[in-house]
């Protein structure tokens, strides 16, 4: 069976600090990834997807990044945080081209706290 | 562009009673549209789908191309129901969904 995983489970940054959240997926190949935050009151944003590695799609300008350096690993990565950058990040995955109507499996997020 | 609205943030109803969670939507093509569900302290997973036309614990959706719609409901609602909804669209094409802003729902015993 497919299971999806990431940590850290919560973290706690000064600003100005790097970030490296990992997302990993085990039982399936190739799938497609995707990252979310989801900020209180502003539901889940679609921040990164990735239909395979190398292939990085970004939905919103920020000073965040993501990358996908092996099959089934996802990274979301920040040079310097920000306070805005506090929030709950979600990886998700899907079946290969089938993003569009096979369902989403959630990873169980990390927590962020940019202080 | 494509956009999901869900104008209720927060809504409470009494165990037993009726509970409809609004969801409305903007595309112009052929949108398959999902509800997701988030039970305290467990993942964000799918409740259901329009395409599927089924029941999920009770729940049914029917999508209304006219009114833009996609409200989600439920006749006898449970305390086990509380969670946190998100109503989602996929437009044609594309491989990756749009959420609307979520609706927390609390079942009052």
């Known amino acids: 069976s497919q299971t999806i995983h990431q940590w850290p489970a919560t973290l706690v940054q000064p600003v100005g600090s790097p970030l490296s959240l990992e997302c990993t997926v085990e039982g399936t190949s190739n799938p497609n990834l995707y990252w979310y935050r989801q900020a209180a009151g502003r539901g889940l944003q679609l921040l990164f997807y990735s239909v395979g590695i190398g292939q990085i799609s970004s939905e919103v300008p920020q000073n965040l990044s993501a990358s996908r350096p092996q099959d089934r690993q996802f990274i979301l990565s920040s040079k310097k945080l920000l306070l805005s950058d506090s929030g709950f990040y979600l990886c998700a995955w899907t079946r290969t081209g089938t993003g569009r109507r096979d369902t989403q499996y959630f990873g169980p997020g990390t927590r962020l706290t940019v202080l | ?109």
């Open chain 2, 1 to 109: 562009a494509q956009r999901v609205t869900q104008p209720e943030k927060l809504l409470s109803v009494f165990k037993g009673a009726p509970v409809e969670l609004k969801c409305n939507y903007s595309y112009s093509g052929s949108p398959e549209l999902f509800w997701y569900v988030q039970y305290s302290r467990q993942r964000l997973q799918l409740l259901l789908r329009h395409i599927s036309r089924e029941s999920i614990k009770g729940f049914t959706a029917d999508l209304n191309k006219g009114e833009t719609s996609f409200h989600l409901k439920k006749p006898f609602a449970q305390e086990e129901d509380s969670a946190m909804y998100y109503c989602a669209l996929v437009s044609s094409g594309a491989q990756k969904l749009v959420f609307g802003q979520g609706t927390r729902l609390t079942i009052n015993p």
